[in-house]
């Protein structure tokens, strides 16, 4: 993990551990909008919650405080909070092991064996590795040099647990007025992005003037 983002995490996570949640992942880059952080929460594994706007927005207060105080990023920003969705980012060691057996995608900083990019099935993650099924192969692929990860939606499996669910009578598909995290969900295909959010706090940094 970059060293930027290493602090940021070290930030971020107590206020987030202390509302009850964990933080999965954190993006810290320059986009078409401006420079925006995004982290990823979830309910810790087993609590068989879920992460609410409401969450979001809480978390998004708490770590907006923490990074005014610390006042490490010295130019404009924008937080957002944003639970991880079907494509979930994948971080720490204990995160690759809980979904062993799901496909992912991978891509590494220096690469091995002169390749950076992976995409597979997951096999292990130990001793500060991760064993990835590929091209017919596998490879160990140290942890710390995961540039991103994250998983590949199985969507015939979801679109049967949607149909399963539309069978019992708990309601339709999502149609195209129907909307999710802030954007259209597809009726045709489950919602890709985060369950709520991104949520973009209301303490975000500004230029001075």
Request: charged fraction near 30%.
């Amino acid at each position: 993990m970059r060293k930027d983002l290493a602090d940021l995490w070290l930030l971020a996570e107590p206020p987030i551990r202390d509302a009850g949640f964990d933080l999965i992942e954190v993006q810290f880059g320059r986009e078409h909008a401006g420079t925006v952080l995004r982290l990823f929460i979830d309910t810790p594994e087993g609590s068989g919650g879920s992460v609410t706007h409401e969450d979001c927005e809480r978390v998004s207060r708490d770590v907006s405080a923490a990074l005014d105080v610390a006042d490490n990023i010295s130019h404009a920003y924008q937080l957002e909070v944003s639970s991880p969705g079907l494509d979930r980012p994948l971080r720490r060691e204990r995160d690759f092991a809980r979904f062993v057996g799901e496909s992912a995608r991978i891509r590494l900083n220096d690469g091995v064996e002169g390749r950076r990019n992976f995409s597979g099935t997951l096999r292990s993650a130990k001793d500060g590795r991760v064993e990835i099924a590929c091209d017919g192969r596998s490879y160990e692929l140290p942890l710390d040099d995961i540039a991103r990860a994250n998983l590949i939606p199985d969507w015939d499996r979801e679109f049967a647990g949607a149909s399963s669910h539309d069978r019992v009578g708990e309601g339709p598909l999502p149609g195209p007025d129907d909307r999710v995290g802030g954007e259209p969900a597809s009726p045709a295909r489950p919602h890709r992005g985060g369950a709520w959010g991104p949520f973009q706090g209301p303490h975000s940094k500004r230029s001075p003037s």
